[in-house]
């Protein structure tokens, strides 16, 4: 499923999607009779495992089923989903109690499913603005992929709600053929606009307090700290002492103050153990905590409408002027103009 691309950390992971999400497609794929010897020769192998399957193997996948399943696949791919096709990104979702607060998942822990493009979320009066920036634009299954994408949003979010979501506007960048344009509106009860400026959804804003009748409010803090440990753990190159710290870092800001003796407390170390061992990495607890402050800064700013004020606060800044100071030291713009430009 489908959060904005945020990350400022030095050698990350090599793009990537979740087993779960790669198996939907070989799933979708046979079940569209693409034969299943065509699609190993795709893969490379017989089947997808239980490993992160390479962004380029997934297009591999998904352009060889197109070949044979045809334009139309790409819709059909993401009405396959499920929430678990998304992970821990799925489960979070079940515990969600509205559909506005879902798709704040959805923005939030995205780089956990996929890093084939990134969501935006955009509340314009009356109406919301769900947007997909896709990383594989120029690809031959470039235009399926956008399209599974919006498809899979569509199909969770009405089976999390229970009922059926329709009448509102799908754009993208690419122009449909009028069959797939029309197999899309039928399908999805949507308005189809093809050659648009950006890929979107625009739906009206009361859908996001349509409850969801199943969910766990109970599950959500234990689920959201089990995914923040797994975006974590995409820093595979990051020292361990490192990691931990980060990780006491992300628990404390916007709830208390981030503090090196605390954070070493938590870890049970001395504030001078915990200062040498950072050293020992190359590493400083401030620069940690300014690193950290900073991409979450950049994620809210380029993936919702939270107010600075908001935003400042999250991130542990008693004063909104100082969030505007250590922001635009870390930019070179403050977050306002940077948010201006990020839309662009």
Not at 3 to 9: E, F, L, W, Y
Not at 28 to 42: C, G, Q
Not at 158 to 174: C, D, N, P, S, V
Request: aromatic residues 6%; proline residues 6%.
């Amino acid at each position: 499923m489908p959060p904005s691309a945020c990350s400022i950390t030095p050698n990350a992971p090599a793009p990537r999607v979740i087993a779960p999400y790669a198996r939907t497609l070989w799933d979708a794929a046979l079940a569209a009779d693409v034969p299943r010897h065509a699609l190993a020769r795709a893969l490379g192998r017989e089947a997808p495992g239980d490993e992160d399957l390479p962004v380029a193997s997934y297009l591999a996948l998904l352009q060889c089923a197109l070949q044979t399943a045809g334009r139309g696949f790409g819709w059909r791919l993401g009405q396959s989903v499920k929430p678990t096709s998304y992970g821990v990104n799925g489960i979070l979702l079940l515990a969600c109690p509205t559909l506005g607060e879902a798709l704040a998942q959805v923005l939030r822990f995205e780089s956990l499913v996929h890093d084939l493009g990134r969501s935006s979320f955009a509340r314009r009066g009356a109406a919301v603005e769900y947007g997909w920036v896709s990383h594989c634009g120029g690809h031959p299954a470039g235009e399926a992929l956008t399209e599974s994408v919006f498809a899979g949003i569509h199909t969770c979010a009405q089976w999390l709600a229970g009922r059926a979501i329709a009448g509102f506007t799908l754009e993208f960048m690419h122009r449909c053929d009028a069959a797939t344009a029309r197999a899309i509106e039928e399908a999805s009860g949507a308005r189809v606009r093809g050659g648009c400026a950006a890929n979107r959804a625009v739906f009206p804003a009361q859908v996001l307090d349509w409850p969801i009748p199943q969910a766990d409010q109970a599950l959500l803090p234990l689920l959201s700290r089990h995914a923040q440990a797994l975006l974590q753990a995409r820093r595979p190159h990051e020292p361990a002492i490192a990691a931990q710290v980060r990780q006491c870092v992300l628990r404390r800001l916007g709830h208390e103050e981030v503090r090196l003796a605390d954070v070493a407390g938590e870890l049970h170390l001395s504030t001078r153990t915990l200062q040498r061992r950072l050293a020992q990495a190359g590493l400083a607890f401030q620069a940690l905590l300014d690193g950290t402050r900073h991409e979450l800064a950049r994620h809210y700013l380029e993936g919702s409408e939270l107010p600075i004020a908001r935003i400042a606060a999250l991130l542990g800044y008693q004063e909104v002027p100082a969030f505007h100071h250590a922001f635009k030291h870390w930019q070179g713009v403050g977050p306002g103009q940077y948010r201006a430009q990020a839309r662009r």
